[in-house]
């Protein structure tokens, strides 16, 4: 049990950091007043990171604002960010 807490903890905090990272998009879309603009804005980001992917050390991920670690399931668990598919629909959905 002692053994599992620590990894409990850190998907814990995984969790919490995504789950801000909505927040932050949120406000930046209020405060912007334009969320479709946001959303247009990480669609280029993403398609510039597939035409040219990024070479990143695992430990700076969480500085990029697309993840440049890939797509793969336990990258997506273990990732600061949530998945850019899901940051663009939730601020298409915003109304403001």
Same mark, same amino acid.
Not at 27 to 55: D, H, I, S
Not at 73 to 92: G, K, N, Q, W, Y
């Given at each position: 049990?002692?053994?599992?807490?620590?990894?409990? !903890? +850190?998907? &814990?905090?995984?969790?919490? /950091?995504?789950?801000?990272?909505?927040?932050?998009? !949120?406000?930046?879309?209020?405060?912007?007043?334009?969320?479709?603009?946001?959303?247009? !804005?990480?669609?280029?980001?993403?398609?510039?990171?597939? &035409?040219?992917?990024?070479?990143?050390?695992? /430990?700076?991920?969480?500085?990029?604002? &697309?993840?440049?670690?890939?797509?793969? &399931?336990? +990258?997506?668990?273990? /990732?600061?960010?949530?998945?850019?598919?899901?940051?663009?629909?939730?601020?298409?959905? +915003?109304?403001?």
């Amino acid at each position: 049990m002692a053994v599992l807490a620590p990894l409990a !903890a +850190m998907l &814990v905090q995984l969790a919490v /950091s995504r789950a801000r990272e909505f927040q932050a998009d !949120a406000t930046g879309a209020r405060v912007a007043g334009r969320p479709r603009g946001l959303a247009q !804005a990480l669609e280029k980001l993403e398609r510039a990171n597939e &035409v040219a992917p990024m070479a990143a050390n695992p /430990s700076t991920a969480h500085l990029f604002i &697309v993840n440049p670690l890939g797509r793969n &399931v336990l +990258m997506r668990l273990f /990732s600061t960010h949530p998945p850019i598919e899901e940051r663009i629909a939730r601020l298409r959905a +915003m109304r403001i």
